[in-house]
């Protein structure tokens, strides 16, 4: 109803999922589900003519993996590296690329998220995640429910993986050549210090004022002073966050490595299979401490699902809009900042908040949303 009261038309897509079976073959590993969004987005454009809406202004819009495939749409316009594969599934001979892109909780760029994880949530030795064994159609339905979590506690070689993570991330954020955007250098030291680190801390920072600004009373925001650890106050407002105890407001989700498991037990190793492989690895770390004698996916299969690795397509979207909750531990706040970092730096129009006390989820946020694209496709 919300997108019907703004007159904009709804293309609600099929894709192949990981997995997906056929004749004893898995159908739809990686990279099925962008190849089939893109389809998807070639019939729009080879049909525009007698079709409502307006095959020039599609927007992608996406949570979680979904936000991750849909940046991914948003990124890759008409690249020449799916061709082979739109080829084969016979795809229109029209143009993928998109208009603009609605990213929450991208879960992308897993090549270094796993980094990325430990660099942000190291202190945190305590889990709690939910049991994706026990979650169904009815466990999931039925949110009268608890659902099943799992909690605990992480071992010392856990710990110890966590802390060869932690050090991998600051020499990936160094080469990406980060800038903000009066064009100074984000950049992080040895141990995990610097000025990209202050850069997630000041957006953390904006997210925690708005929502203290908001309070109508003193009372509510002692009761907000009170509950929060790692932020500092100046009168009125929050002017400070400390990342490492600021994270601490939670336990941790995941164990390391948070996606690429040494068990072959991710969801994302899994979307990594092939017709007759169930999972494979995708960081060489982690094919190195496999304990199933995993095999390593191919390395284009990798590359064809990260946005990062098509910041320089020249049909990529012009307008962005990005948000990660601040409350959200499914994947580091680092990810979506750097993504967000680099489609500024590539002169692109990007909305990029870290609300207060969301979690892992999307669409919580329609009057913003259909603001935004009023302001840009109208």
């Not at 009761?223 to 105890?245: H, R």
Request: aromatic share 10%; glycine share 6%; charged share 25%.
């Amino acid at each position: 109803m919300t997108v019907l009261s703004h007159c904009y038309v709804v293309a609600s897509v099929g894709a192949r999922g990981r997995t997906l079976k056929q004749n004893d073959r898995y159908t739809g590993k990686a990279p099925a589900v962008i190849v089939d969004l893109k389809a998807a987005v070639r019939y729009l454009h080879a049909n525009d003519a007698v079709m409502a809406g307006d095959a020039n202004k599609i927007i992608s819009n996406g949570t979680s993996a979904g936000g991750a495939m849909s940046a991914l749409l948003g990124m890759s316009g008409d690249n020449s590296d799916y061709s082979a594969y739109l080829k084969e599934l016979g795809a229109a001979d029209a143009s993928d690329a998109i208009f603009a892109v609605s990213a929450y909780c991208p879960i992308t760029n897993l090549e270094h998220a796993d980094a990325a994880y430990e660099w942000e949530f190291h202190s945190l030795k305590d889990y709690s995640r939910m049991d994706m064994s026990k979650l169904n159609a009815t466990t999931y339905n039925d949110r009268s429910k608890a659902m099943a979590m799992i909690e605990g506690t992480l071992t010392d070689e856990q710990l110890s993986i966590s802390k060869i993570l932690k050090t991998q991330f600051p020499d990936y954020v160094n080469a990406l050549n980060l800038k903000d955007s009066q064009g100074n250098a984000l950049t992080l030291d040895e141990n995990g210090e610097g000025s990209f680190k202050q850069y997630l801390e000041s957006q953390l920072r904006k997210s925690a004022s708005k929502a203290f600004q908001a309070l109508g009373t003193q009372d509510a925001k002692k009761a907000f002073q009170a509950k929060y650890k790692g932020l500092s106050y100046d009168k009125n407002d929050v002017v400070n966050v400390n990342l490492e105890q600021f994270v601490t407001n939670k336990k941790r989700m995941k164990s390391p490595p948070a996606f690429d498991a040494f068990d072959l037990s991710s969801g994302e190793n899994d979307e990594f299979g092939t017709e007759t492989i169930q999972a494979q690895h995708f960081t060489p770390f982690s094919l190195k401490n496999s304990t199933v004698k995993g095999s390593m996916a191919d390395k284009e299969t990798i590359k064809l699902l990260n946005a990062m690795n098509y910041l320089e397509n020249a049909k990529a979207a012009q307008y962005w809009r990005i948000r990660a909750g601040y409350e959200d531990y499914d994947t580091s706040h680092a990810i979506s900042a750097i993504l967000a970092i680099k489609l500024n730096m590539a002169g692109k129009n990007v909305d990029y908040a870290l609300p207060w006390g969301v979690p892992h989820s999307g669409d919580y946020d329609l009057v913003e949303l259909f603001q935004w694209i009023d302001s840009i496709a109208k």
